[in-house]
């Protein structure tokens, strides 16, 4: 049997005590042996309510652990790129929350620190391991909706509170980072392919300066679209529907996947609009941070390789850059 791997996790964040930490510790590669932060105190009660062995008073000295071998960070956006190279550095492989970094150019510097570490290092799109969309592009690939024409995201909560940190523009505060890039992930998972060009019109927040509200039109080879909206000052919602010329697809509940409970496929033929080609699909359920620290770690061990490397990531941040600049020119931009 595989050895699990030791994990530290940098931080107690929310994301990471609530959803990761608790799903990791399911998995049967994954030992969560350690979580650090600035607090001492923070620390050692996330250890003690979470059942984590040790914990640390600063993010070094958790790094400094010969026991662990990979870290998960969960940190602000700005901090992404600066500990994961210190992890890396000192030998610890990485998975970094989404956005990796606050841009292409920075996300490099993790290309950078891989090669010259040996270290393995990814970004936490987590849906990417939900059967969910392994099956919506098994379909797409498979022709069940003829050729894919365009596919259309929503998502979106609401949050106006100036001291949370996605509502600080300085530390990558922000829909497009928060939870547009999973519009433009997803789109090129299903896709299996890069835009070429893209235009997007921004609302920023006049308190904050954060885009609350940012829609873009990613055009695709082949004249393919994707369109999205998403806003952190909006009504929760999340939707993606995906348009081929023989059908479509239609994932419930996206992107945050209840683990307890089926995830739900909807495809229809489209020979009516009442649907009366309505097929729907019912997967058990699963717990998608569970299956990408088990993913993660199967890495570690060598018995598999990253389907999506850090190149990926770098990708992804070129094109919340060409995002970006469309909201300033108000023109169609190339990554």
Same mark, same amino acid.
């Given at each position: 049997?595989?050895?699990?791997?030791?994990?530290?996790?940098?931080?107690?964040?929310?994301?990471?005590?609530?959803?990761?930490?608790?799903?990791?510790?399911?998995?049967? +590669?994954?030992? #969560?042996?350690?979580?650090?932060?600035?607090?001492?105190?923070?620390?050692?009660?996330?250890?003690?309510?979470?059942?984590? =062995?040790? *914990? %640390?008073?600063?993010?070094?000295?958790?790094?400094?652990?010969?026991?662990?071998?990979?870290? %998960?960070?969960? +940190? =602000?956006?700005?901090?992404?790129?600066?500990?994961?190279?210190?992890?890396?550095?000192?030998?610890?492989?990485?998975?970094?929350?989404? =956005?990796?970094?606050?841009?292409?150019?920075?996300?490099?510097?993790?290309?950078?620190?891989?090669?010259? *570490?040996?270290?393995?290092?990814?970004?936490?799109?987590?849906?990417?391991?939900?059967?969910?969309?392994?099956?919506?592009?098994? +379909?797409?690939?498979?022709?069940?909706?003829?050729?894919?024409?365009?596919?259309?995201?929503?998502?979106?909560?609401?949050?106006?509170?100036?001291?949370?940190?996605?509502?600080?523009?300085?530390?990558?505060?922000?829909?497009? %980072?928060?939870?547009?890039?999973?519009? +433009?992930?997803?789109?090129? %998972?299903?896709?299996?392919?890069?835009?070429?060009?893209?235009?997007?019109?921004?609302?920023?927040? =006049?308190?904050?300066?954060?885009?609350?509200?940012?829609?873009?039109? #990613?055009?695709?080879?082949?004249?393919?679209?994707?369109?999205?909206?998403?806003?952190?000052?909006?009504?929760?919602?999340?939707?993606?529907?995906?348009v081929g010329t023989d059908g479509r697809i239609e994932v419930d509940l996206p992107f945050n996947a209840d683990p307890m409970a089926p995830s739900r496929i909807r495809i229809d033929d489209g020979r009516d609009l009442k649907g009366g080609g309505l097929v729907i699909e019912d997967?058990?359920?699963?717990?998608?941070?569970?299956?990408?620290?088990?993913?993660?770690?199967?890495?570690?061990r060598g018995e598999a390789a990253l389907d999506f490397t850090i190149e990926d990531a770098v990708w992804n941040l070129r094109l919340i850059d060409c995002l970006f600049r469309s909201g300033v020119s108000g023109r169609w931009e190339r990554p």
């Open positions: 049997m595989t050895r699990p791997v030791a994990w530290g996790v940098l931080g107690v964040a929310k994301i990471a005590t609530a959803k990761v930490i608790p799903a990791m510790q399911q998995g049967t +590669l994954s030992h #969560v042996a350690a979580i650090a932060s600035r607090d001492a105190g923070r620390a050692a009660a996330a250890a003690a309510s979470l059942g984590i =062995p040790k *914990s %640390y008073g600063s993010y070094e000295a958790l790094l400094a652990d010969p026991e662990i071998e990979a870290v %998960y960070i969960p +940190l =602000p956006n700005h901090l992404h790129v600066p500990w994961a190279v210190k992890a890396m550095q000192a030998g610890k492989h990485v998975l970094c929350e989404k =956005p990796v970094a606050l841009t292409a150019d920075e996300a490099r510097q993790l290309i950078t620190a891989r090669d010259h *570490s040996g270290r393995e290092v990814a970004e936490a799109f987590m849906v990417r391991h939900h059967p969910q969309w392994q099956r919506a592009r098994a +379909l797409v690939h498979e022709g069940r909706i003829g050729r894919v024409r365009a596919i259309q995201t929503f998502f979106s909560y609401y949050n106006d509170d100036p001291a949370n940190i996605r509502n600080q523009a300085d530390i990558g505060g922000g829909a497009l %980072y928060d939870i547009g890039c999973y519009a +433009l992930v997803t789109a090129r %998972y299903l896709f299996a392919d890069e835009p070429e060009r893209m235009v997007a019109a921004i609302d920023r927040d =006049p308190a904050t300066g954060i885009d609350r509200l940012t829609s873009g039109l #990613v055009e695709f080879p082949g004249g393919r679209h994707l369109t999205f909206t998403c806003s952190t000052q909006a009504s929760a919602h999340q939707r993606v529907t995906v997967l058990p359920p699963c717990d998608q941070y569970t299956l990408q620290g088990d993913a993660f770690s199967r890495v570690i």
